[in-house]
């Protein structure tokens, strides 16, 4: 789960992690009164979207006077900006942040992350930050540093400091950085967070170390025990049929082709999207019903699947252990019952109840292929398509 920036800075004031005043605003008149409040003769108007690369795709600006707040908040608040990372659809901006205006000496970057290679909490910071961090590992990749973090002992006060002075800081600055890098580890193991990304970590010419930027997403499977970090949730900024999928604990993630997908279990779904961009064509979902679905899960899976127009076929491909194939069969009739079929369907079975749900599927008056393996149900659903 992804937050707003201006959430993300509230929780680094809550680990005492330095940053500047702001306000959030949802409207132009908003953000002239947060303006107001928070002072100076100069601030920064934020577009507040799940996405980085705000400020090359126009959602940061500079405002030296009230007017130009109030200018820069309305072209923003109902703007579709598109970046590198939300792709060519963009994402239509609904509020902005107003935060005050500092004097910047030098940029930084800084992620805290799991490491898959070491299998442990990583940070990973650069001298080069304010830019795409993925331009610096590409053309400069010796001033990326990465500090692997032992779980038995945390990040340790020596590391976070010889982390500052690779990165070129000295001095007093030097420990404040230390200081920052150990909050962030610390916001990251207690928050249960996927990434804590700042771009840019800075420092000021008055000598201090703050996050002028901050990205922070969550381990899902571990928001049961953070009832104020869901509370934080904004499914304004989530595909619609991602936050229907979420009701059901459907694992449910929108792709770009045109085979929809329903399986159980996230390893025997990639296999099933593999295969069918194997055999020529592309899956429209990952959809992962888990192993202990319901017929009531099963037909919101397909209500979701069969909502997306660019679904010209169905792939149903279920390996029943906890989860069992009459249950499923019972599921896609009551589903096609109830929304209608008009693209072609393929049903794989193997496991617990497979004859009967086998013999579900053949005794009721729906247009049913089946197919024995994974291989056979991908040829018949890419042909079917196909030939539509």
């Known amino acids: 789960m992804n937050i707003h920036e201006y959430q993300a800075k509230e929780i680094f004031r809550k680990y005492k ?20 409040e928070l002072g100076g003769d100069l601030w920064v108007v934020k577009a507040q979207i799940h996405a980085g ?18 200018s820069l908040a309305n ?11 939300t792709g060519p659809e963009g994402k239509e901006v609904h509020k902005v942040y107003i935060e005050q205006g500092c004097n910047i000496d030098k940029e930084y970057y800084c992620a805290v992350f799991l490491d898959r290679a070491s299998s442990k909490v ?29 779980p038995a ?12 002075f690779k990165l070129g800081f000295e001095g007093k600055q030097a420990l404040k950085a230390a200081t920052y890098f150990k909050g962030l580890y610390e916001i990251y193991m207690k928050e249960d967070c996927a990434m804590v990304e700042i771009n840019p970590l800075v420092t000021t010419k008055e000598g201090d170390v703050m996050a002028l930027d901050a990205k922070m997403n969550f381990d899902s499977n571990a928001l049961y025990r953070h009832p104020d970090i869901m509370e934080l949730r904004d499914i304004t900024e ?22 929809g997908c329903l399986v159980n279990g996230a390893g025997l779904a990639m296999a099933t999207m593999d295969i069918i961009k194997l055999h020529g ?12 679905a319901t017929k009531e899960n099963v037909i919101a899976a397909f209500k979701i699947i069969l909502k997306d127009p660019n679904v010209k076929g169905i792939l149903v491909n279920i390996f029943g252990g906890i989860m069992k194939c009459d249950v499923i069969a019972e599921g896609i009739i009551a589903a096609v019952k109830e929304v209608g079929l008009s693209v ?32 056979d149900a991908a040829e018949k659903i890419v042909a079917a398509v196909k030939g539509a």
Do not use: C, W
């Open 17 to 36: 992690l330095k940053v500047l005043n702001g306000k959030v605003a949802n409207t132009a008149d908003e953000a002239v009164a947060a303006a107001k």
């Open 53 to 70: 690369g705000r400020g090359k795709g126009g959602g940061v600006k500079i405002a030296k006077t009230l007017d130009e707040v109030k």
């Open 75 to 85: 072209d923003m608040i109902g703007m579709t900006l598109v970046t590198h990372q």
């Open 122 to 150: 990583s940070i990973m910071a650069s001298s080069e930050g304010g830019v795409n961090i993925e331009e610096v590992a590409e053309k400069t990749p010796d001033k990326i540093h990465t500090l692997t973090i032992d």
């Open 153 to 164: 002992f945390g990040m340790q006060d020596f590391e976070a400091r010889n982390l500052a």
């Open 238 to 259: 989530e595909d619609p049929a991602e936050v229907e999928a979420s009701k059901y604990n459907l694992a449910f993630i929108k792709l770009d082709g045109n085979i």
């Open 281 to 292: 064509s592309e899956p429209a979902n990952f959809l992962d019903v888990g192993g202990g």
């Open 344 to 375: 072609p369907l393929v049903v794989r079975l193997q496991g617990t109840n497979v004859d009967l749900g086998k013999k579900i599927l053949g005794e009721s008056d729906l247009n049913v292929t089946p197919a024995d393996t994974l291989t």
